[in-house]
């Protein structure tokens, strides 16, 4: 293969930090990128965790610092922003992992009957805690929204970057129980979308992903009975939703975030790309 071709791909030499990469996806992400050649800033509101996936990175030959980071808080991503420009220089890559739902903000019931109004074990709308909604809006919007004005600003001085953002199936359609996170996702794939064309003429890239449904911890407690081990009914829905008949694992999104951060895609900017086994092109 020409070399000219493989460079398109190709991410050597470049920084990429990354909120949220003590988790399962974002980890994944974090290991892929120093295999392909980049230093790797590991950044999450748990130490423990990012120094662990720094740990393996560096384990396997790559470059890897942890930090201690909340995505809610401008002044400890500015101190964790300066600490990585004095160890690297400016970062090239912005991956905004940081993200989840909160109980509180979603129902139990698929759908509300007038008899469940004063049911008080199936959770509905009318149910919800507005503080459940507020942080799971914070977490996952703000959460994307801080760091990019964090770090952005140090790529535009450059005149290259590319961000990454992480949206959702329930963006593109609204995912039942989970409201809030639905709406907070698909508030970060439309401010994808404006961001993308404000920082045209910068040199600056910005995309997300719009993962379909990934078995990763948390979502493993969710689908799959404590008791059994065997899938849950909403479990069994969404395999049966999925064409490809099976969740997502973090691997399944690696070749996606290769291309979206490296030259590969340099006219492409404002896109949201499912990875979903085909879950957003089924219907019956």
Known sequence: MDNSFKDLFSLEGRTAVITGGGGDLCGAMSRALSMAGCRIAVLDISLDKAEDVARQIKAGGGEARAYACDVLDEASLTRVRDEIRGAWGIPDILINGAGGNNPRGSTKAEFLEPSMLDDKSETNFFD?????????????????????????????EKGKGAILNMSSMGALSPLTQVGAYSAAKAAVANYTRWLAVHLA???????????????????????????????????????????????????????????????????????VLPVDGGFSSYSI
């Open 128 to 156: 919800l805690e507005m503080d459940g909604i507020r942080k799971t809006f914070d977490l996952n919007f703000m959460g994307t929204l801080l760091p990019t004005k964090v770090f952005a600003r140090l790529m535009v």
């Open 201 to 271: 003429h910068t040199g600056v890239r910005v995309n997300a992903l719009a993962p379909g449904f990934f078995m990763t911890e948390q979502l493993r407690f969710l689908h799959t009975d404590k008791a059994t081990g065997q899938p849950t009914a909403r479990s069994r829905k969404v395999t049966a939703h999925t064409p490809m008949g099976r969740y997502g694992v973090p691997e399944d999104l690696l070749g996606a975030v290769i291309y979206l951060l490296s030259d590969a895609s340099s006219f492409v900017t404002g896109v």
